[in-house]
Structures are given as C-alpha cells and as structure tokens.
C-alpha cells in the first residue's frame, strides 16, 4: 500500500508570484483534503476535492483553488502569494467521506515560505 | 471562544512517566475524536480516534472522550523518548472537516 506523498519538499516564493503544490493519495483512497499550518498552530482547513470536484471548503480566500484528477491526485494553487502564506502545507486522503472517511491519512507536507 | 482548545506546552516528562495530553472543545455536535502525532518537520500521523463517548486502548496508548464535559484526553504509559513529538487532537461531526487543536509538545527525557 503506497502512502501519500507531495512534492516539493520544500518551496521559497516571492510575494505576489504563484506556486502549485501536489499530492498523490494513498491507494484506494478517492478524497483528498488540503490544510494550512503555519507555525505553532494545528492545521487549518482549506478545501476537500471527492471524485474531482470541490466538497467543502474552509476560510481562505479565492486564490486559494485546487484541482483533483481522475487518478485522484491533487493539486493546491495559490495565486498573488503573501507573506503570511509561509506554511507547512498538508494533504490528506480518505475514502468517500460519507463512509469511510473518517480516517484522515496526511502527507508529509510541502514547506512554503514567501519572501 | 476556538472551538478546540488545546495547551500547546511544552510538557516534559521523564522515560517511563504516565503522560496526560487534553483537549476541551465548544461543539457538541462533535462526534469523531481524534489524536495525532506530528514529529519535527513531518505530516500527523493518525495514533487512534474515538466514535462518541468512552474509551479507547491501542498498547501503550489510551483515549478518553467525556462529551459531557466536552474534554477528552490521550494517555501514555511507559513513555519513551520515541514518544517525543507534538501531539494533535482533531474532532469532526458527519462529513464535515476535521478541526485540530495547536498541539502540544512533549519531550520525554531518558
């Protein structure tokens, strides 16, 4: 069983330029959901994709956007970066969330930091 | 008021020690309980959760939800310095996302 994996590692923007981060999901697993966490803090959520299209969504901004594939990989867009987006950005697969997805399986994350 | 309050520490014990990790929350419509633990520079790693109200044992590890209360907590027996990393407690009701609190930090000293 593979596990869920983002790319890159590591990331140093400039304010107003545009990044993409990525997530592969675990096997078997068709949601993904994508959380913020800056330092010191818990994640905080940003939005869930199930089977392609947007399932939820918390407080950020629309330049904040994402993007599921039909494999169920993911991508995370932010558009106009600030600085207050340095963050470990977090990715978590589950099963079809009104199952079985109570279980969340979280990535490694993509450290972002904007200078 | 944040919905999950948790106190972020640094709690440091000694090796072996029982470790005691809490949250309170705000929401009763809560019904997913759940504990992670985040090592340095890593993702939460899913330890345990609890569905409602009662306990939870996996090895040295034992959840407790009071929903009364609204307080749950995360047990440690014989805690080793492995066991060194930030703990997260994570809630959710139905299909809704996961809320987390800050985390705490626990050293467990050899």
């Known amino acids: 069983e593979t596990g869920v994996t983002q790319s890159p590692t590591h990331l140093i923007k400039t304010r107003g330029q545009q990044v993409t981060l990525r997530c592969s999901s675990q096997?078997?697993?068709?949601?993904v959901s994508w959380y913020q966490q800056a330092l010191g803090q818990g994640p905080q959520f940003i939005f869930q994709?199930?089977?392609?299209?947007?399932?939820g969504r918390g407080n950020f901004p629309p330049r904040f956007s994402g993007l599921q594939f039909p494999n169920y990989s993911s991508e995370l867009n932010v558009n106009a970066l600030e600085l207050d987006d340095s963050a470990l950005y977090l990715c978590?697969?589950?099963?079809?969330?009104?199952?079985?997805?109570?279980?969340?399986?979280f990535g490694p994350g993509t450290r972002l930091t904007v200078t | 008021q944040k919905e999950v309050e948790q106190d972020p520490g640094p709690l440091s014990v000694p090796e072996g020690a029982i470790v005691s990790l809490n949250c309170t929350y705000s929401?009763?419509?809560?019904?997913?309980f759940m504990w992670y633990r985040q090592y340095s520079r890593k993702g939460p790693e899913l330890l345990m959760y609890?569905?409602?109200?009662g306990n939870k044992e996996d090895g040295r590890f034992t959840a407790q939800v009071d929903k009364s209360s609204k307080y749950i907590s995360l047990f440690i027996r014989d805690s080793q310095p492995s066991d060194s990393a930030t703990y997260l407690c994570?809630?959710?009701?139905?299909?809704?996302?996961?809320?987390f609190g800050k985390g705490t930090r626990l050293s467990v000293i050899a």
């Open positions: 096997s078997g697993h068709n949601t």
């Open positions: 978590a697969s589950s099963l079809d969330p009104g199952t079985g997805g109570v279980e969340q399986y």
């Open positions: 609890t569905y409602s109200s």
């Open positions: 929401n009763s419509a809560f019904q997913y």
């Open positions: 994570a809630m959710k009701r139905g299909n809704t996302p996961l809320v």
């Open positions: 994709y199930y089977r392609e299209e947007e399932n």
